[in-house]
């Protein structure tokens, strides 16, 4: 890939940087808190490939004339052509301004490089394998991948399949907030989990609570109510279920997100795949949301 | 060969150079038309949830990557190699553990430090300190122990004992390398990267190129990453976490396998919940000290007799030494 190609890759890179993280797009991959350096590193990429650019147009108007200017373009062909030229030679004729600003820019160079140079003859048969390898990183075309889906594809934020797969992540808290008064009370998948499983509903019995998360149904057909919990991006990110009975829909379709309105029952019961603690929350009604603008749980991040 | 060339010679310095940018917008344009199918065939359940991972691991690390390879540029051009000559020591014995922690001020992830572990070797620092700095700078650095420490929220011990059993292993590899080894077996590339450039073209070529260069790889990490988190049974990874001696072996050989930067590797030993934090630990020692990436940048910056004879030394030190650590510290 050369230079033009790259900061071509840069910008576009930088640009779906931008764009996810200007909007919600980000929200379905990473935590909240990473959007100012999404927007920065973002706009790092655009300005990398604006200056590469730029720098290759002020070295093409100026080869001649600009000295400053020749070497930017030249220098990573300049050290690599430079110490075997024997093996330069027949490409010489068709990149014709290479030469002489390769032996100019060595006479230019700190002292401690001549060090460099006089070492080189006796590491001479390394040098010519090396550099073409090196300079043209052929490794990243593979930029063009997470570009596309990105932008073309945009996949949705973890869901049922993965729930499914993964054994609930409950932790034992802390402590436990206050509730605030209110009918119903609106909690999340985690927070209800919490404190059915490790208060034992105390704080919540007696109260219809509201909970929102997507369905995903268990290999025995048992629904739950689950979201996804994040540290930082959804490659860590691990589900917490609550199985739903009483009035529940009485068709469920993976990955619908409810909210539920139901009330606390003590009956609890074994996620199969690690065998970690479900609660269940008795139902009294269901109603399909769309997909709240961040998908997962981030309380674990405060 | 030398025919062929001038012939192909008259448009420019060769076909490939030429061609780039003309494939780069015949892929642009054939995945534009191509969306639709595209789409299609990523919506099972399987393809989706391996392309929000991989999407995800590399929207996450990229912003981690650009950082480090803005300062690690920052570094190159701005301050001179003959400054850490300079300052070390001149006792081989002393020079490897400041070098060593020397690593922790130079921010950037493996692949920076390799490049800079070559330059310092040209500027006559000896091997042996060089090499500890190279093993120990993308694990110990500011940006990487800050990673971990957001990966670990709930287990700040990590941070610590990644610290110390990265720069334990590091150290011991310069003393190892100090009485062992053989200075032809050392063939350091005499590329003199940024000499001859103005300052302003030196720092935005080196980050154009650290970018593209990681960028890649970091792309072959997500994707091996979000391979096992989609594809790999859970159970399986649980059956190799059940043992801590498979769980040690299996999580070392991930590390190996995975390459992934330094700079994010923390996020996915996170996600690697299933292990004990000793078995993590190998893997964030490993991951920055010898993966197929770190291969294959060694023996392209040292010669491949001399990655051959390090990086199994490194992988067994590494193994070796987070495993102590742990027992300590976690």
């Known amino acids: ?302 | 060969m030398a025919d062929s060339r001038p012939a192909a010679a008259p448009p420019r310095n060769d076909g490939w150079h030429l061609t780039s940018p003309v494939a780069l917008t015949l892929l642009l344009l054939v995945m534009v038309v191509a969306q639709g199918p595209l789409r299609g065939a990523l919506s099972a359940p399987v393809m989706q949830s391996w392309t929000t991972v991989f999407v995800a691991v590399v929207v996450q690390a990229l912003p981690f990557l650009v950082l480090g390879v803005l300062l690690s540029a920052a570094l190159a051009v701005f301050v001179p190699p003959s400054f850490f000559a300079r300052a070390l020591p001149s006792r081989p014995a002393l020079a490897v553990p400041v070098a060593g922690l020397a690593g922790a001020v130079l921010p950037g992830c493996e692949c920076a430090s390799v490049p800079v572990a070559g330059a310092l070797v040209r500027r006559g620092v000896t091997p042996s300190a060089a090499l500890a700095f190279l093993l120990s700078a993308p694990a110990i650095n500011p940006i990487v122990l800050t990673a971990t420490a957001v990966a670990f929220p709930h287990d700040p011990k990590m941070v610590l004992a990644r610290f110390a059993a990265s720069l334990l292993v590091a150290c011991a590899m310069g003393w190892l390398w100090q009485r062992l080894g053989r200075a032809d077996w050392l063939r350091p590339s005499a590329r003199a990267h940024d000499e001859g450039l103005s300052r302003g073209a030196a720092f935005w070529g080196s980050v154009r190129h650290d970018v593209m260069h990681a960028g890649g790889f970091l792309v072959v990490g997500a994707m091996a990453a979000a391979t096992l988190k989609a594809l790999a049974p859970a159970s399986w990874l649980r059956t190799a976490a059940g043992n801590p001696l498979v769980a040690v072996v299996a999580l070392a050989a991930l590390a190996v396998l995975l390459s992934i930067c330094s700079e994010a590797d923390a996020f996915v030993a996170a996600s690697l919940s299933q292990f004990s934090l000793t078995a993590r630990l190998v893997f964030l020692v490993v991951g920055p000290m010898i993966d197929l990436k770190l291969f294959a940048l060694q023996a392209g910056a040292f010669g491949r007799g001399f990655a051959l004879r390090f990086a199994p030394a490194t992988l067994a030190l590494a193994v070796l030494g987070s495993v102590l650590t742990g027992a300590v510290l976690l």
């Not at chain 1, 469920?252 to 795949?273: K, N, Q």
């Open chain 1, 1 to 302: 890939m050369n230079r033009q190609a790259q900061a071509a890759v840069l910008f576009l890179v930088g640009g779906a940087l931008l764009h996810a993280g200007a909007t919600d797009l980000y929200l379905r991959y990473v935590k909240a808190g990473l959007r100012p350096m999404l927007l920065v590193s973002g706009a790092v990429l655009v300005v990398t490939a604006l200056m590469t650019v730029w720098l290759d147009r002020r070295r093409a108007g100026g080869n001649a004339t600009l000295d400053e200017a020749a070497p930017p373009n030249q220098t990573p062909a300049a050290p690599d052509n430079a110490p075997p030229p024997p093996n330069q030679a027949p490409a010489a004729p068709g990149d014709r301004p290479s030469p002489p600003e390769a032996t100019r820019a060595e006479p230019r160079n700190a002292p401690s490089l001549t060090e460099a140079e006089q070492a080189d003859p006796r590491a001479a048969p390394p040098p010519p394998k090396e550099p073409p390898t090196h300079r043209e990183p052929r490794v990243a075309w593979l930029l063009l991948l997470p570009l596309f889906a990105l932008i073309l594809v945009a996949p949705p934020a973890l869901g049922s399949y993965s729930a499914v797969r993964s054994g609930t992540a409950l932790q034992p808290p802390y402590g436990y907030a206050s509730l605030p008064p209110g009918d119903p009370l609106r909690l999340s998948v985690v927070d209800y989990a919490t404190r059915a499983i490790y208060d034992h509903g105390r704080t919540v019995a007696g109260r219809r609570v509201q909970v929102t998360g997507f369905v995903a149904l268990a290999g025995d057909g048992t629904p739950y109510l689950v979201r996804m919990a994040l540290n930082c991006c959804a490659a860590d990110a691990q589900p917490v279920k609550i199985a739903l009975t009483g009035r529940v829909p009485p068709v469920l379709e993976p990955d619908t997100w409810l909210r539920v309105t139901g009330v606390y029952t003590a009956r609890r019961t074994r996620d199969p795949v690690n065998d970690g603690p479900i609660p269940y929350l008795e139902v009294m009604a269901a109603q399909p949301v769309p997909t709240p603008a961040d998908p997962y749980d981030e309380s674990w991040n405060q």
